[in-house]
């Protein structure tokens, strides 16, 4: 079982930055995807960005340009630097990693982002 921990939600002023970070409780950077998603009230649960084990990501459209997801190895981290924020971006950030030899999925608890001035 891998436990993820997130970190670096908060309130910001738009156009304002802020960095997630989650930490795994195991070193799993070699067999796992790692991503974001998030949730806003009413709204499903969508993909922001992802990064495979080879270093590929991919991002949602919505933030491509703003946001950045990159890993840690050493510190089994992963980070979403998020920039140029919009009141759009507000909802409960989760990441996810997936293990692609069991298919397992593993959830953080989620931190909130409000962007708002």
């Known amino acids: 079982q891998v436990h993820l921990v997130e970190s670096g939600g908060g309130l910001v002023q738009p156009g304002g930055s802020l960095r997630l970070s989650c930490a795994a409780s195991?070193?799993?950077?070699?067999?796992?995807?790692m991503g974001w998603y998030r949730q806003a009230p009413g709204k499903q649960r969508d993909l922001v960005a992802q990064?495979?084990?080879?270093?590929?990501?991919n991002y949602a459209d919505s933030v491509k340009g703003r946001f950045t997801i990159s890993g840690d190895n050493a510190k089994n981290t992963v980070y979403l630097q998020m920039n140029s924020l919009k009141p759009e971006d507000t909802a409960v950030y989760y990441c996810?990693?997936?293990?692609?030899?069991?298919?397992?999925?593993?959830w953080g608890q989620g931190t909130q982002v409000t962007v708002s001035s």
């Open positions: 996810r990693f997936y293990n692609i030899l069991t298919t397992n999925i593993y």
């Open positions: 195991e070193s799993i950077f070699s067999i796992y995807v």
């Open positions: 990064v495979t084990r080879d270093g590929s990501t």
